[in-house]
């Protein structure tokens, strides 16, 4: 699998600056969006801060969640050095190819990766904003939630805090797959649908990546915006091609050993030989690797499609997976909120010691969320700054919200 990209940014028709930011590097296969927040250029600040870390990450050979928590931590150590830095933050929506073909999206904040597949779009990433935790919640429908006054104030970003959770969605990638990652001044502005006509009409991904941010100047331009179109293509990489070749090479040995009769024999005669046998020792294998595949994917569709409540930290978690692992799947950490042990009481700390497992994540969602209003309606309105999930807003802190 090679990937092809076209990438554009513009800061639109009504901000100074474009706080946006975007990493291409086809030969790493790595490409990224960073949307930057903060006043006095501190945005742009820390976009490229966390673009440049991720690269250095990249380049060292640490997995994609390393190298996001990398970039954190040097936003955030910037913004603690520099007072005219402080309270910057970042979003960011990364892949990286890994051999096999799949890419991996690595994710913070309210920027988005969407899949377009046999000309269908499918939203890959899940946004850390307060309108889609309410909706998530059911306390928004989506349709209210694209208009919500909040909908800009995201929940995760990267250089807040000395940690972040940083979400992770594997692609298996097919040749013709067409990737998108978009900041949200491109979401705001045009609707899905618009976004899927434009990335199905046009094939070149340079020419489709301008002219999805076209759209969204056309449409009011009211926010930075930044798109980076990845095309899939059906070519080995360098490291997809070097794999295959040493799995070639045991084969071969054998039409090796007993070359010596075949001597005289043209090579192709030899060669032809030789992929038979390897053809034969596959067709044999296959029927194995494929009950073990289908077994392993049983086991991780049980263990990965069920939630549960425990403590990471001290802090009240929503986890995927089953508590203790199962079968060799671990569970992950699907969502963190800032609401500690001793904010709950007795029965519910026991509960979620013991890890309340939900048949879904909305449930489990649901139940966390309970925790913290139960909190709430327990504690004074003020002190309770402090329980809710940690608030960062994509515009300038000192802008007001309302
Ligand atoms: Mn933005």
Redesign the pocket.
């Given at each position: 699998m090679r990937l092809v990209t076209g990438s554009a940014t513009d800061v639109g028709r009504v901000r100074e600056g474009n706080?946006?930011g975007l990493l291409v590097d086809e030969t790493m296969g790595l490409v990224a969006v960073a949307?930057g927040?903060g006043g006095h250029q501190a945005g742009e600040v820390a976009s490229a801060t966390a673009l440049e870390a991720l690269r250095a990450a990249v380049r060292s050979g640490r997995p994609i969640r390393d190298a996001i928590v990398e970039a954190n931590e040097a936003v955030y150590d910037k913004a603690e050095d520099n007072s005219q830095l402080r309270g910057m933050g970042t979003?960011i929506t990364a892949g990286t190819l890994a051999t096999g073909g799949t890419l991996l999206i690595a994710h913070v904040g309210?920027?988005r990766a969407y899949l377009l597949r046999d000309g269908e779009l499918t939203q890959i990433t899940d946004d850390h904003s307060l309108v889609e935790e309410m909706v998530r919640d059911g306390q928004l429908t989506p349709e209210q939630a694209a208009v919500h006054p909040q909908r800009?104030i995201i929940t995760r970003a990267l250089g807040i805090e000395a940690e972040v959770d940083v979400a992770l969605y594997p692609v298996e990638l097919r040749p013709g797959d067409r990737l998108l990652l978009c900041?949200?001044?491109l979401t705001?502005m045009v609707s899905a649908d618009d976004i899927a006509a434009i990335l199905r009409r046009e094939s070149h991904p340079q020419r489709a990546a301008r002219q999805l941010i076209d759209a969204a100047n056309e449409a009011g331009g009211e926010?930075?915006?930044t798109a980076v179109v990845v095309d899939a293509l059906d070519e080995p990489s360098l490291a997809v091609a070097a794999a295959a070749a040493e799995l070639a090479e045991p084969a071969a040995e054998p039409a090796v050993a007993d070359s010596d009769t075949a001597d005289q024999a043209p090579p192709p005669v030899a060669r032809r030989g030789r992929g038979r046998r390897l053809a034969r020792l596959l067709l044999w294998l296959l029927p194995i690797v494929l009950v073990a595949a289908v077994a392993f994917g049983a086991i991780g569709w049980y263990a990965r499609r069920t939630f549960y409540v425990g403590f990471d930290r001290d802090r009240v978690t929503v986890y995927r997976g089953v508590k203790g692992g199962f079968l060799g799947w671990d569970p992950t950490i699907d969502r963190r909120t800032s609401l500690r042990s001793k904010d709950l009481t007795e029965a519910q700390r026991a509960a979620v010691r013991d890890g309340k497992q939900f048949g879904s994540k909305s449930s489990a969602n649901a139940y966390a969320a309970r925790l913290i209003r139960d909190h709430n309606r327990r504690t004074p309105p003020t002190t309770t700054t402090t329980t809710s999930t940690t608030i960062a807003g994509?515009p300038p802190p000192t802008a007001s919200v309302p």
């Open positions: 706080e946006d949307d927040m979003t309210d920027s800009s900041s949200d001044g705001t926010d930075n915006v994509v």
